[in-house]
Nanobody, 120 residues
């Protein structure tokens, strides 16, 4: 399956962005049964988990640093997962990636990322 993230950009602190990640390819037809996650990697730092959303019931989980500000959602008809990011902070600046994840929120494979830059 191919995963393509989009929606990044340059915003000011306090602004909002919505990222999207579309799945395509033969395996993408199974998107509705995939647990999906969002990760990010800031310059000089390791890639970290941001949010996950389960295929069963759409339950979500978040890193403490984004709880209450970010919301993950999915549209199985469009094979797309979203990350609504509100009240953005400069420390949210990173390349954001979507990924298929396992039951422990570990990435199985990533798609291409999208850059989010938050200015102060």
């Amino acid at each position: 399956v191919q995963l393509q993230a989009s929606g990044g950009g340059l915003v000011q602190a306090g602004d909002s962005l919505r990222l999207a990640c579309a799945a395509s390819g033969r395996s993408g037809r199974n998107f509705m049964w995939m647990d999906m996650g969002w990760f990010r990697q800031a310059p000089g730092k390791e890639r970290e988990f941001v949010a996950g959303i389960r295929w069963r019931g759409g339950s979500t989980s978040y890193a403490d640093s984004v709880k209450g500000r970010f919301t993950a959602s999915r549209d199985n008809a469009k094979s797309t997962v979203y990350l609504q990011m509100n009240s953005l902070k400069p420390e949210d600046t990173a390349v954001y990636y979507c990924a298929k994840i396992d039951s422990r929120n570990r990435p199985e494979y990533y798609g291409q990322g999208t850059q989010v830059t938050v200015s102060s």
